[in-house]
């Protein structure tokens, strides 16, 4: 079963950067594909930005293409999200994960706590 452990998030002004880490442990990391998901209180959680398990592809919805940037580290089984030109609208709580089916399909492993990302002025 896999953990994850989100960190990074904060209170940024619109035009702001913020870079999330997702630290995975308990699977074998490099052997799947991963996403950043968000979600508010009244929207469904959304898949953000998508990687495969060698990082050679991303995938990413047209409201973040152009201003967030997913990576990994497979040797640190670590997961990123650079987050650049945030909106308002991009405020939610970001969680990661495995992908079950390309690209915006959840895994099965359990959610970890995610971290708040808020823009605002």
């Known amino acids: 079963q896999g953990q994850f452990v989100e960190s990074g998030g904060g209170l940024v002004q619109p035009g702001g950067s913020l870079r999330l880490s997702c630290a995975a442990s308990?699977?074998?990391?490099?052997?799947?594909?991963m996403s950043w998901f968000r979600q508010t209180s009244n929207k469904e959680r959304e898949a953000v930005a998508s990687?495969?398990?060698?990082?050679?592809?991303?995938n990413y919805p047209d409201s973040v293409k152009g201003r967030f940037t997913i990576s990994r580290d497979n040797v640190e089984t670590t997961l990123y999200l650079q987050m650049n030109s945030l909106k308002p609208e991009d405020t939610a709580l970001y969680y990661c994960?495995?992908?079950?089916?390309?690209?915006?399909?959840?895994?099965?492993?359990?959610w970890g706590q995610g971290t708040q990302v808020t823009v605002s002025s």
């Open positions: 994960n495995t992908l079950a089916q390309w690209p915006n399909v959840p895994g099965l492993f359990d």
């Open positions: 308990e699977f074998i990391f490099e052997n799947y594909p």
């Open positions: 990687i495969t398990a060698n990082g050679r592809i991303t």
